[in-house]
């Protein structure tokens, strides 16, 4: 699973990032930043999870955008890695 996150203050509300979203999960904010713009957000009422592409994050000029990946179990030599024991 993915998160975007977004820097508001950063966001100049140019709207590539939600022209480029394949799955459509960023709108305009109606909440302004410290700049006085509308910056973008996710749509949680989506309903649907970010699915990594990056085109979000490739298309903003501001670099506002990155892509994180959640829930992933650390791997160690093709195996995940196990709790230490006592």
């Excluded at 699973?1 to 509300?13: L, V, W």
């Excluded at 006085?36 to 506002?64: Q, R």
Aim: overall charge positive; glycine content about 8%.
């Amino acid at each position: 699973m993915f998160r975007i996150k977004i820097n508001r203050d950063f966001c100049k509300s140019c709207g590539l990032c939600i022209e480029y979203c394949a799955r459509k999960l960023l709108v305009i904010d109606p909440v302004l930043n410290r700049r006085g713009v509308t910056p973008v957000k996710f749509d949680k009422a989506a309903g649907k999870d970010c699915s990594g592409c990056g085109n979000c994050a490739a298309m903003c000029p501001d670099a506002a955008i990155e892509i994180e990946e959640v829930g992933t179990v650390p791997v160690t030599a093709g195996c995940p890695k196990k709790p230490a024991q006592e």
